[in-house]
């Protein structure tokens, strides 16, 4: 009997240990292949749809921004801290929207909802660009963990800074970042 229990805690023993290498090389293999969204690595692309009434609805993707600082805020109706936060964006808009910034709001809500974005966008008067991605492949792309999110890429294309949660944009250490991109020259 004695022998028969330690020959199950033996292959218990080796079952786990395979387990456990096979975690491990799964995990440095896969996470080989995910690279991070934070500052300093490469915007993904993205694709998303406009919402203007009566327009034709259009793709845009960050490909269309090439060259330029782009501020991309991942947001929905829905989210408390996003509409908080609206105000501050339409504020540096104004501000620094003359000078090249291109402020790209994506709203994550689910489909069928243009009309709620567009009520939205019309109640808080905001006048840069509004989009809609409701398929949620922008907020995986970005490893968003909430909303709202907002990534500051550069002319280049690289994320400058990451801003995970509601922030005022019309702090002065918000509109320095973005002013020293926008000296930045084109490529």
């Known amino acids: ?4 229990a330690r020959g199950q805690w033996i292959a218990v023993g080796a079952i786990v240990t395979v387990a ?10 896969i996470g080989s292949h995910i690279a991070p969204v934070e500052a300093g690595s490469v915007a993904p692309p993205f694709h998303a749809a406009t ?15 090439k060259g330029q600082v782009v501020l ?6 829905w989210c408390g ?15 620094l929207g003359p ?3 291109k402020i790209v709001a994506v709203s994550v809500d689910n489909a069928g909802m243009e009309s709620a974005i567009r009520d939205f966008q019309k109640e ?28 500051i890429i550069g002319r280049d294309g690289v ?14 250490p918000q509109k320095a970042l973005l002013r020293q991109l926008l000296a930045e020259p084109g490529s």
């Open 51 to 65: 919402t203007a009434a009566g327009a034709p609805v259009t793709q845009k993707t960050l490909a269309d921004y």
């Open 124 to 151: 808080f008067g905001l006048t840069f660009e509004i989009l809609y991605a409701p398929d949620g492949k922008i907020q995986y792309d970005y490893q968003a963990t909430g909303f709202p999110e907002t990534f």
């Open 72 to 77: 991309l805020n991942l947001w929905a109706t």
């Open 99 to 101: 000078r090249g910034l």
């Open 1 to 4: 009997m004695l022998m028969k």
């Open 20 to 29: 456990i290498v096979g975690l491990l090389y799964a995990t440095d293999v």
């Open 159 to 172: 994320i400058r800074k990451r801003v995970i949660a509601a922030t005022d944009w019309s702090a002065e």
């Open 81 to 95: 801290p996003c509409r908080s936060e609206m105000p501050s964006l339409q504020k540096l808009h104004e501000e």
